[in-house]
């Protein structure tokens, strides 16, 4: 299918606003709209099975053959069935579905819109990417994606065009259009990405399971440290051509363990792999989150190579930095990129010889020129003889140790991450005390998660309420921003 047959820009459905089309598939399109109601951006998919049904004149979807009208109406039944799943989701790694409805004959989704980079943009710009920083971002997908798992659906189409990073550096799996019931019927269901897909997906009678999931984690983490994504699954069936991670992996950044841990995920044979996401996670929890060649690492206090009567790698730094100086730039890191910021700062701390450099290595990180300069300000000064500018114990091979200068721990702490953003503490709280009672615990996150996002009290509240499945609660929710936006 072609973007040819989307809905037009400005096209009313129900309450939503059409304003773009976000991507083309073999079952329908998905666009980016505006809910009317709420002035909220939403991202909805439309069931559009290309090979069998067309847009006619009026909008509205139809079947192009008579034979083919009650295999379209099982496939929107399924559709609407699905739907009604994965909005009973609740996990801040997953995208939200807020509702689903029929209209033009045909189904639709409307789904959280996630305001953020494709995982395949994020990466790009920070390769080679650290082992931590993988670990970091593939955990809380893990945990997401179990959720799904655990209602008994596959995802089936995940890829790195599918994992959004937040603007608070969170990742989120998106896109479940594709997703089914496991050991459900396959017809209508033959979801293939090349190189993300397991062979079992190529095929109706497929033994699809928790495991074709984890291969396609196992392609995106492949991807994320080699640059390429594997060899197409169905061309590894008899003489597989594909480099093992262990091979391909570049052995001085990452460990053994965990390329050899990537590779169990993509066993072309699915009895081979992980056959569950808590066997995966347990795998990469019991990980360290760097390889043992990068095992000198400045927060242990003394390099562990030095320690055992070896050599330091000349790549790496043998400075010490001060924990609680370290920590607290994690606090001031974590706003901007969120919760990878520890991983960040773990790296560049083993590859900085002073505190300046430290900031300036950390700092790339941030996107906003302003902030990152505020940063690299706070924590290294305009010059090394500023406070705390030569905080680390540099001892480069050819040069005798300076002295150190630490950052007090009370100073250094000053600013924790809540501080960092726009809104009084006792703010989130209540609006964290608020949704508590419609969404449960998750609430803490959903409210830290929309004061990074919005703008103003009142946005704050907006943002929250949209976490609100019963439409009379989401009013009286929204009622405290109306009021809050008159104020002001």
Known sequence: MS?????????????????????????????LAVDSNLDLKVAIKEYLPGDIAVRSADNSVNVKSDSAQDTFTWGRTRFLEESRTLASFRHPNIVRVMRFFEANQTAYMV???????????????????????????LLPLLD????????????????????????????????FGSARAAGGSSDLT????????????????????????????????YWMIIGQKPVDSAARARHDPLAPARQAGDRNRYSPAFLDTIDWALAPAEEMRPQSVARLRDAIKGLD??????APTVLAGVPADLSHGKSQPTSLSTTVFDRDMLKAMEAALAPHIGPIAGAIIRAAARKAFTLPHLAELAGQEIEDQVARRAFIRKFAGSDASMPGANSGRHHPPS??????????????????ASAQLRFDPAVI??????????????????????????RDEAELYMLAADEIDDAEAKKAFLRKAISIARKS
């Open 3 to 31: 973007t040819d047959i989307a809905l037009p820009a400005g096209f009313a459905l129900n309450e939503y606003r059409i304003e773009a089309t976000l991507g083309v598939g073999g079952f329908g399109l998905t666009y």
């Open 111 to 137: 789904m959280e819109f996630v305001a953020g980079k494709p995982l395949n943009d994020w990466v790009s710009l920070r390769r080679p990417l650290p082992q931590a920083t993988a670990i970091a971002l």
């Open 144 to 175: 997401g994606l179990e959720v799904v798992h655990a209602a008994g659906f596959l995802h089936r189409d995940i890829k790195p065009a599918n994992i959004f990073i937040r603007e608070d550096g969170s990742p989120v799996l998106i896109d």
């Open 190 to 221: 033959a979801i293939v990405t090349p190189g993300y897909a397991p062979l079992e997906q190529y095929h109706a009678q497929g033994n699809q399971g928790p495991w074709s999931d984890i291969y396609s984690i196992g392609a995106v983490l």
């Open 289 to 294: 989150a760097v390889p043992a060649s990068e």
């Open 399 to 416: 040069q005798q140790a300076s002295q150190p200068a630490s950052v007090a721990p009370s100073q250094a702490q000053s600013q924790p």
């Open 429 to 454: 709280a209540q609006v964290e005390a608020g949704l508590a009672p419609h969404i449960g615990a998750v609430a803490k996150v959903v409210a830290r998660r929309a004061a990074a996002r919005a």
